[in-house]
């Protein structure tokens, strides 16, 4: 395995160590406190989520409603009646779609974010996405209260001569990720936020997957370049922590465009630090 590492260091210029790797080894930001935020594994390290066979066609029919029935900016607990012996609920909800910088600001809610309008570059806002986390969380449910409501969709279903049956959820006034995506011409770069809160947010990958990763350095401020050996696809990650010390939001940079090449990534990722 090749590894290779290069450091420069200069009054006013940027810190990078480069590492290229078959992805077997990880690198992690913290935030002021020293706690680890955003760290990296390898996809086996970490737990997977498999849907049982037998809940295959359960889960399709609830998927397939999902995508039917409930438009942008909805959301609903879904319940099926076919191939659901246990009655269970699945919550489903979709993201709020706007097409304007100062609407995606407004429905954000968070001026100290600074989601800009442009990037730097000549890059303008083009679309953006909004999830809201929703009123209601079905883990925390009991097992009595998740029956009863299974129970009422069952009969609300039945009334209406379908096999399934969504009750509609509202929406707290809390994001928990926001995705704007800037375009110049053909190219486009997005910058998602995820609303990390008080805990930790963790990327992995399959070991097999070429890549190199950077450790960024600027006035202060530590960020993860990713590159992709297969692909034009680049994204740069750094964290920002809540002025108001409730918690803290990743930042993300993504761009899959050839024209755009890392320099020009890492200049938009300085001019947001500003």
């Given at each position: 395995m090749k590894h290779k590492v290069k450091l420069l260091v200069a009054a006013g210029m940027l810190v990078a160590v480069s590492s290229a790797f078959g992805a077997s080894h990880w690198l992690s930001l913290k935030d002021s406190k020293g706690n680890v935020v955003y760290e990296e594994k390898a996809m086996h390290e970490t737990p997977s989520m498999v849907t049982p066979a037998s809940d295959l066609n359960w889960m399709g029919r609830v998927n397939a409603i999902w995508d039917n029935e409930l438009k942008a900016g909805e959301a609903g607990i879904i319940y099926v009646e076919a191939d659901n012996p246990e009655q269970k609920l699945e919550l489903r909800f979709n993201p709020f779609e706007l097409n304007d910088a100062a609407a995606f600001q407004e429905k954000l809610g968070h001026p100290e974010l600074n989601i800009p309008a442009s990037l730097e570059g000549g890059y303008s806002f083009k679309r953006g996405t909004i999830h809201f986390g929703p009123a209601i969380d079905l883990q925390v449910l009991s097992q009595e209260e998740k029956h009863n409501m299974a129970q009422e969709l069952r009969e609300q279903a039945e009334q209406s001569g379908k096999d399934y049956a969504i009750k509609p959820v509202e929406f707290t006034d809390e994001?928990?990720?926001?995705?704007?995506?800037?375009?110049?011409?053909?190219?486009?770069?997005?910058?998602?936020?995820?609303?990390?809160?008080?805990?930790?947010?963790?990327?992995?990958?399959?070991?097999?997957?070429?890549?190199?990763?950077?450790?960024?350095?600027?006035?202060?401020?530590?960020?993860?370049?990713?590159?992709?050996?297969?692909?034009?696809?680049?994204?740069?990650?750094?964290?920002?922590?809540?002025?108001?010390?409730?918690?803290?939001?990743?930042?993300?940079?993504?761009?899959?465009?050839?024209?755009i090449d890392a320099e020009e990534l890492k200049l938009i990722w300085k001019a947001l630090l500003q």
């Open positions: 994001f928990w990720n926001a995705k704007s995506v800037y375009a110049k011409g053909e190219e486009e770069v997005s910058l998602l936020v995820l609303n990390l809160g008080d805990g930790k947010n963790t990327a992995s990958w399959e070991e097999t997957i070429q890549m190199t990763k950077t450790q960024l350095q600027e006035n202060g401020k530590d960020a993860i370049l990713t590159q992709y050996a297969d692909s034009a696809r680049m994204e740069l990650v750094w964290i920002v922590e809540d002025p108001y010390k409730r918690g803290n939001y990743q930042f993300s940079l993504e761009s899959n465009s050839d024209d």
